[in-house]
């Protein structure tokens, strides 16, 4: 039962592990992209679609990295190529996906599909209870907690990540030293894209086996929020992920055990933790700026 | 490599023609994605955009359905202009909604003349509660008012979805989550034409939106309020030399964009569903966004902003309808609008020069949004 129970959080976790940790590299660069929601329900529906086309959720996984990249690319182009205002652009692009994916999804629905196999790590499965909880997942929940590795080391450790974190933090200087701010930030987003994509995926790949409109539930909203939990550090995402799954399991598991609470009571849990989440967070101006990018949603292009 | 080079003076044809690009351009991008997905593009448009205002009585519909829209984008726009982002207004709507079904549910015996002000003023109070949370956050705190007000939005319709289910739910309603029907002293009544009747459904509320609008012009354009909101969102340093509280703003303009949201919800609910249901809006609230934007954040101009997306939204139905396209298509149209509003934006304030490579001399300039 406990075992279970534990297994469900961490399951619930992993998409927004991917939105939030791609959506922070994006924000390292100093791009506020509030299109989350829009880019994961774009890559839910084109790993659905491909998933059941194909009869292979691998090849799901691959589309819902790739569609959620196209949908950035889109918000790219407005912000970095355009210089419109990243708020809103943001917004369009979460109206716009979820738009589109109900349109692209609408003969997808009532279908099912066989989701990603689990892959069970040799030996390291075996270990009694640890092994079922951490070594029989998917290849997309392993893929998670590489990714969040890789996003702190390239951060932390590469010069990669020193160009990104210079351009987020002062793009004129990063400019004037001959990097180009634009193209870094492309790139970011669109791996922000891609991240946002893959956590969509895993929602029809793995968590439920069938397309619905909106399915994201605001996820990708809570994976904003998750971004300024982690006070834009990488393996805090994590631990924050595992709080808000262990948070929005818990009303399913109240449910199960009785509780006399209104289930719509519960269901606010996760949202209502955001927010609290959020006041404790920023309420501590020096704990909450102290990685935020400098030049987090301003605009920068190059001019004569 | 786009160069933007910064206009010297915006030519007045250049703002007028912005957002009507913007139509346009959004329908060819809309007429290319119904091509795609094997749609007949010209078809498709029909139903959308001509098919629903065919006949007078579907005009009149069109500003019923126009009505919330151009109630909550007037006070969005108070919010855009300041640099805060409200985009909560959906869960305002329902509490304004909630709050207003409480008088007209628990006092069904007041006289006629009282109802409905009441009502209002409860509207105004419940969503001007709702929006006060995330200004007190962002002042107190300096949360995030984006995170915020949407995760509320979660939050307000799961309260409403209880409301109904739970405490407030008619013994007789046969197990549907439906409130009792308001009495007739608080509904919205329908305007009759002299000479003609009866137009669609047609209602006073619609009269009180376009005031609503004329209103916030005058607080925006005319009023010191307004000129404190205008600063702090443009310049907020040289607002705060000025002695601008940018605490006071953050409220206000939260406190007009929730109080105009609750209004948005009694009307709602008063002149078009006659007691509460789980589902009181359809998007209204994310929509009025879109509205306000299309408006270019001008409260005047919100009336016609809020009548061209109301027809995307009537459009939706209809396509429903006749080509059997899911209702979420609006969606998609009201995000490339609201893209190409963005890019007009920046149209009309820079040169756009499309090089084939960056020039050497080229220096950073950067630009306050």
């Known amino acids: 039962m406990i075992e279970q129970l534990i297994l469900t959080v961490i399951m619930t976790s992993i998409p927004l592990i991917f939105a939030a940790s791609g959506e922070l590299i994006a924000e390292r660069s100093g791009v506020l992209n509030l299109g989350v929601e829009g880019m994961m329900l774009m890559g839910a529906v084109a790993a659905f679609a491909v998933a059941m086309g194909t009869g292979s959720p691998l090849l799901g996984m691959f589309a819902g990295a790739f569609a959620g990249a196209l949908t950035a690319g889109i918000f790219a182009f407005f912000t970095l190529g355009l210089a419109t205002n990243q708020v809103a652009t943001g917004l369009a692009l979460t109206i716009f996906g979820t738009g589109l994916s109900g349109l692209v999804g609408a003969p997808l629905v009532g279908q099912a599909i066989d989701g990603l196999a689990q892959v069970h790590l040799p030996l390291l499965a075996d270990i009694p209870f640890l092994g079922t909880l951490l070594f029989q997942h998917d290849i997309l929940a392993y893929l998670a907690v590489i990714m969040v590795a890789l996003c702190a080391w390239v951060l932390s450790a590469t010069r990669v990540g020193l160009i990104l974190r210079a351009v987020g933090d002062n793009h004129e200087s990063a400019h004037a030293l001959g990097y180009s701010v634009l193209s870094v930030r492309l790139l970011a987003v669109i791996f922000g894209g891609m991240m946002a994509g893959l956590g969509g995926a895993y929602l029809p790949l793995v968590l439920t086996p069938h397309w619905a409109e909106g399915m994201t539930a605001g996820r990708g909203w809570i994976a904003l929020a998750l971004v300024v939990f982690a006070s834009w550090r990488p393996w805090r995402v994590l631990g924050g992920a595992l709080v808000f799954g262990g948070i929005t399991i818990m009303q399913l598991a109240g449910q199960a055990r009785g509780w006399t609470i209104p289930s719509q009571f519960l269901s606010m849990l996760p949202y209502l933790a955001t927010i609290i989440v959020l006041v404790l967070i920023s309420r501590n101006r020096e704990f909450a700026l102290a990685n935020s990018p400098a030049c987090l949603g301003r605009i920068f292009h190059a001019g004569k | ?369």
């Open chain 2, 1 to 369: 490599m786009i160069s933007l080079i910064p206009r010297k003076d915006i030519p007045l044809a250049l703002t007028v023609m912005t957002p009507i690009m913007a139509i346009a351009i959004t329908l060819f991008v809309g007429a290319i994605i119904f091509a795609t997905l094997g749609y007949d593009p010209l078809e498709a448009l029909y139903q959308f955009f001509v098919a629903p205002v065919s006949r007078s009585d579907q005009i009149a519909d069109l500003f019923v359905k126009a009505c919330p829209l151009i109630i909550i984008a007037s006070g969005l726009i108070f919010c855009y202009r300041a640099n805060i982002w409200n985009i909560g207004a959906e869960g305002q709507l329902i509490l304004g909604a909630v709050f207003s079904g409480y008088v007209a549910l628990t006092f069904p015996g007041l006289p006629a003349w009282a109802m409905i002000p009441l009502m209002v003023i409860a509207g105004i109070f419940g969503g001007m509660l709702w929006a006060m949370i995330p200004a007190l956050l962002k002042t107190r705190f300096n949360t995030n008012e984006i995170l915020v007000s949407l995760m509320l939005t979660y939050v307000a319709a799961l309260l409403i979805d209880w409301i109904v289910r739970g405490p407030w739910r008619d013994p007789m309603s046969f197990g549907f989550p439906l409130t009792k029907m308001y009495v007739d002293a608080a509904l919205i009544s329908r305007i009759e034409l002299p000479g003609i009747g009866y137009l669609g459904q047609l209602h006073w509320g619609v009269v009180g939106a376009l005031l609503l609008a004329l209103c916030a012009w005058f607080v925006l354009d005319r009023m010191l309020v307004g000129f404190q909101v205008k600063v702090m969102g443009a310049a907020p340093r040289a607002g705060r030399f000025a002695g601008f509280s940018p605490t006071f703003v953050t409220f206000m303009v939260l406190g007009i964009s929730g109080a105009a949201a609750g209004i948005a919800g009694m009307v709602e609910v008063s002149a078009n569903i006659g007691q509460l249901q789980p589902e009181i809006s359809f998007g209204y609230g994310f929509t009025a966004i879109i509205v306000a934007f299309l408006a270019r954040l001008n409260p005047l101009a919100v009336i016609g902003a809020g009548l061209v997306v109301a027809l995307a939204e009537l459009g939706g139905d209809s396509a429903q309808i006749t080509l059997g396209m899911p209702k979420v298509v609006t969606g998609v149209f009201k995000g490339i609008l609201l893209f190409m509003l963005l890019a007009g934006e920046t149209f009309n304030r820079f040169h756009v020069e499309i090089r084939p490579s960056r020039s050497s001399a080229a220096k950073s300039v950067e630009v306050q949004n």
